[in-house]
């Protein structure tokens, strides 16, 4: 089964742009579809994008325009690029994986998880 490890969280100022990644093993990655999910301190863990086998994404309202997934199979990897950063984006990112090519926002459908990186966003 796949493991994934998530890499690239740290402190931007609001307006900034950062990319995070989560790099994937054990399994056969491009059968998974992956998902990035964030949450703040004091609430509930929120989507924020989907990509599945074929390339295809989803985004949440909040990030749309802003954020953009990515993957890259011949390096396992997923990528969220985020640019015009707000302190409202400030919060845990972790990527989440499932093995059909549904995109699905709903994070009960995820059944492999990596440990999250932190992003912090200054004002």
């Known amino acids: 089964q796949v493991q994934l490890v998530e890499s690239g969280g740290g402190l931007v100022q609001a307006g900034g742009s950062l990319r995070i990644s989560c790099a994937a093993s054990?399994?056969?990655?491009?059968?998974?579809?992956l998902a990035w999910f964030r949450q703040a301190p004091g609430k509930e863990r929120a989507f924020v994008a989907a990509?599945?086998?074929?390339?295809?994404?989803y985004y949440a309202d909040s990030v749309k325009g802003r954020f953009t997934i990515s993957r890259d199979n011949n390096k396992n990897t997923v990528y969220l690029q985020m640019n015009s950063l707000t302190p409202q984006d400030t919060a845990v990112y972790s990527c989440?994986?499932?093995?059909?090519?549904?995109?699905?926002?709903?994070?009960?459908?995820?059944?492999?998880w990596g440990q999250g990186t932190q992003v912090t966003v200054s004002s």
């Open positions: 989440a994986g499932h093995g059909s090519p549904n995109i699905v926002a709903q994070s009960t459908f995820y059944y492999i």
């Open positions: 054990g399994g056969t990655f491009s059968r998974y579809s």
């Open positions: 990509i599945n086998w074929s390339g295809g994404t």
